[in-house]
């Protein structure tokens, strides 16, 4: 699964299979995680993506999330405990 990641201070973007978080290739700010996964990601017109950028731009920082969600780990926790 990639992840898409989008620098909420100069808007670069970035996708990542690996990283849980990461730092702006471009201004070394910490990059948000995007709430779209990257099929989704991809399917957005340039002029969609480029709206979803803009509202992590304008976004309160306190409110982004930098590291993104790990849904297999999730899964086998609950499952550990069942
Ligand atoms: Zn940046």
Known sequence: MMY???CPKCKATRMVSLLRKLDCQCCSSPMANCELDYMEWINLTPKQRQKMIDLYHNADPAKLCFLRP???YDRWERNYYM
Do not use: A, E, L
Request: neutral net charge; charged residues 0%; aromatic residues 34%.
């Open 70 to 72: 790990m849904p297999f």
């Open 4 to 6: 898409v990641f989008i």
